[in-house]
């Protein structure tokens, strides 16, 4: 565009950029940048940058060749980078609650901890996490299917009291209807199967919306570098912010898996009907095939789902037309003849007690049960073999969340949360269709058993809670000792101390957080088991159990299936009223976008159903911007991250090419980096990957509070990596008391407003000189 012309950048004229980036619930450009009158520099509403009003034209050339553009007295030209609006936008993102369970299997795939890549059992570990997500899917289309066709199609529709209680139930109804067409149980599952079948459709639509929307960036092309045992990380990888293939591949493999439990819930309740003897030999030879086909396509699923099918070293554009088009074609095709071999008529067939519900729930619970019994030993030995936890630091080996057991752990609480989601709906619908308990025999006993534990569970966790306060309280009085003596504060106000050693004891209970997982996980595991054992060993649910038991023991399992049955329910709707908040209210989102700046910062690498990765967004972002302004420029650039904005600065910093990381310096504050992101993501943050990003880049620099429940050090200490990163704790508040410089009483910031230090700007300026001035000059 016009004429060309050569900037001369000299080594005196030192053009400096500080790319803000902020944290977990967004920030506007004005706050970020502490001016009212911004503009939007580069971007889209979704994700931009922006800059002051007088510091649009910054980068210009200067009228005068003696006075190099953008000097601004040596000041750094800030700039904010908003990505806000990518995990807080319109109402839909209010449907992304139902994809919870999803976003936390998700998270456990990247969880393993550091070992050697390309070896068996990090395959391995990604193998059975991604089959862990496949039986999710599975879970909840089975849930829509219990709703849908168990409970409304089969017993109430079947049922003559229940069918006149809901007069839109009449034409499903033999007697309503007077043997209407619609009545046979056939036609009526077929015609309920239209539910479970637009979920899934719903599922896809979402997956497929929200890949194009946030994940279709591609990002800088270039070539991978060499990796040098564990200190290299994926994160540096050309292509592991681009999983196009990966994410389609897994899309067709749960969008067919989903077609085909409806299809099996359908064609195996006719099958087991033309099975019977005396029954007609066509139906029962079809039914045969039926069955058959259903686990050919079972079997096509687990093949998909097995195959990773995608390569980070480079931008993989390649994608698998062929299967991602035809595998749900197939099931979908399949499904529709499974609809009309169902609907076909069978004289004599009447609906009676339950489908097969317990059968389907029990293998789920069972292999769900195993999968994380088989990933827990799988991440054991990662933890303890070669090129993980042997070969490593006695302080790395401390660090790591739960001995290298997080992500198993993660993947019971996922599959716990399923369960929790398909009870909660199963039951609050059969206590709608039946109020009275007395017309239907409701939703699978399994289900009622996992919900009768819960409130074993709550008094679990209301013990841990108890345990953890009572050190928190302990910790108060030790921290309002260190307070007094930090500011001089003897004996100093005593309301005043005791608020920020409260905050201080408060903020260490993130550090307790692998304690709660763990003791939550395992509680689940074990409830969960007793849950399939009462079920298969009696048939009944627990208060039936209890019959023959003493009055103790009844009354304990009436209690516990009452409570339990009332706990989901609320649950239940808890998640629905929330939802409905987050659709019609924009802060009520931002609330549930906080979730998800912290749960959607990874790839979709083992749940295509999950909410849409942010970061394959603003990651490349990041470093399209770093790159061509340190190319056209010749200066400094300091990348500054807030919170959840510190991890996309590093992650942004490790896609630069080397030449280019070079002349990039590192400021975070509040970060998460190291004390959550190091001790759950240990292959992609622990010490050894944050080290090599400290030798690579020009410098670092991390600021932190002790007040902070979510920042804390990076604990990268001053040797060959480089210089120190971490500065000594932050003052907070930065007066106890009024001061000239603070004649009202400063407030106690916790994880904000780091800016309002003068460390910060300290830090900031100590980067910039530390960075090479002497570049060469660029053409623009």
């Not at 007609?280 to 998909?304: F, I, T």
Request: hydrophobic residues 45%; contains cysteine.
């Amino acid at each position: 565009m016009g004429e060309a012309r050569t900037v001369e950048r000299s080594s005196t004229g030192r053009a400096a950029l500080e790319l803000l980036v902020h944290g977990v619930g967004g920030a506007r450009p004005e706050k970020m940048l502490n001016d009212p009158r911004t503009v939007r520099i580069t971007g889209d509403d979704t994700a931009a940058v922006y800059r002051r009003a007088e510091d649009a034209d910054a980068d210009a050339p200067a009228a005068d060749a003696n006075t190099p553009s953008g000097d601004h007295d040596g000041r750094p030209v800030p700039e904010a980078y908003v990505w806000s609006n990518l995990t807080s936008g319109n109402g839909t993102r209010a449907l992304w609650l139902l994809l919870l369970p999803f976003m936390v299997v998700n998270l456990a795939h990247w969880m393993r901890p550091a070992s050697r890549e390309g070896t068996r059992a990090v395959r391995l570990y990604g193998l059975l996490v991604r089959l862990a997500g496949l039986s999710l899917t599975v879970l909840l289309v089975a849930a829509a299917c219990e709703v849908a066709l168990d409970l409304t199609a089969w017993q109430c529709a079947g049922t003559r009291a229940c069918a006149a209680r809901h007069s839109w139930l009449g034409f499903l109804s033999p007697s309503g209807s007077h043997g209407g067409w619609w009545s046979p149980p056939g036609r009526r599952l077929a015609l309920a199967a239209l539910v479970p079948t637009a979920l899934t459709g719903l599922l896809w639509y979402l997956s497929h919306r929200t890949w194009r929307a946030y994940e279709s960036q591609e990002p800088l092309d270039r070539a991978a570098e060499p990796e040098h045992g564990p200190a290299h990380t994926a994160l540096s990888r050309p292509g592991f912010w681009y999983g196009r293939r990966l994410v389609a591949r897994l899309r067709a493999a749960h969008t067919a898996a989903g077609l085909l439990t409806v299809a099996a819930a359908v064609g195996t309740a006719a099958a087991r009907e033309d099975h019977r003897p005396g029954g007609p030999a066509v139906l029962d030879a079809l039914g045969r095939l039926l069955e058959v086909s259903l686990a050919v396509g079972a079997l096509a699923v687990v093949w998909v789902v097995c195959r990773r099918g995608r390569s980070e070293n480079r931008l993989d554009r390649t994608l698998d037309a062929h299967l991602v088009h035809r595998l749900p074609l197939t099931a979908l095709t399949l499904l529709a003849l499974t609809l009309v071999y169902a609907a076909w008529n069978r004289p004599g067939w009447h609906s009676s007690g339950r489908l097969q519900g317990d059968t389907t729930f029990g293998a789920l619970a069972l292999s769900q049960g195993a999968l994380v019994l088989a990933l827990a030993a799988v991440a054991h030995v990662l933890y303890r073999g070669p090129g993980g936890d042997a070969d490593q630091g006695r302080d790395e080996r401390e660090r790591c969340a739960l001995r290298g057991l997080g992500g198993p752990a993660v993947v019971m609480l996922a599959c716990a949360l399923g369960g929790v989601m398909s009870g909660g709906v199963s039951q609050r619908v059969s206590d709608w269709l039946d109020g009275t308990g007395t017309f239907l025999d409701g939703p699978p006993v399994l289900l009622t058993w996992q919900a009768s534990v819960i409130p074993v569970l709550f008094v679990v966790l209301l013990v841990l809670c108890g345990l953890l306060g009572r050190r928190t309280w302990r910790l108060t009085r030790a921290e309002r000792v260190a307070v007094a003596r930090e500011y001089g504060a003897d004996p100093g106000d005593p309301a005043r101390t005791g608020r920020i050693a409260r905050t201080r004891s408060m903020a260490t209970l993130t550090d307790r957080g692998p304690l709660l997982v763990a003791v939550t996980a395992g509680t689940t595991l074990l409830l969960g088991a007793a849950a399939v054992v009462g079920t298969f060993a009696s048939r009944r649910t627990p208060v039936r159990a209890a019959e023959a038991a003493g009055p103790f023991v009844q009354g304990a399992a009436q209690a516990a299936q009452a409570l339990g049955s009332w706990l989901i329910g609320l649950g239940f709707i808890l998640f629905v009223t929330w939802g409905r908040r987050a659709y019609k209210d924009a802060s009520a989102r931002r609330t549930i976008g906080i979730l998800w700046d912290v749960g959607t910062f990874w790839p979709r690498a083992a749940h295509p159903f999950a909410p849409p990765c942010y970061a394959e967004r603003a990651v490349p972002d990041l470093t399209w911007r770093m790159t061509s302004w340190t190319r056209a420029t010749g200066g400094r650039l300091v990348i500054s991250g807030h919170s959840q904005g510190s991890v996309l600065a590093a992650a942004a910093a490790w896609q630069l090419k080397p030449s280019d990381r070079k002349r990039v310096a590192l400021l975070t504050y509040g970060s998460p980096i190291e004390r959550l992101y190091g001790r759950w993501f240990p292959a992609h943050f622990g010490p050894a990957a944050l080290a090599a990003l400290h030798r690579d880049i020009a410098c670092w620099r991390n600021l932190y509070r002790l007040t902070d429940p979510i920042g804390g050090p990076v604990r990268l200490t001053g040797d060959d990596c480089g210089p120190e990163v971490d500065r000594a704790p932050l003052a907070d508040p930065l007066a106890y008391g009024r001061t000239a410089e603070h004649p009202l009483p400063a407030p106690i910031l916790g994880h904000s407003d780091y800016q309002a230090d003068p460390a910060f700007a300290e830090e900031r300026a100590h980067l910039l000189a530390r960075l090479h001035p002497e570049l060469p000059a660029q053409r623009t």
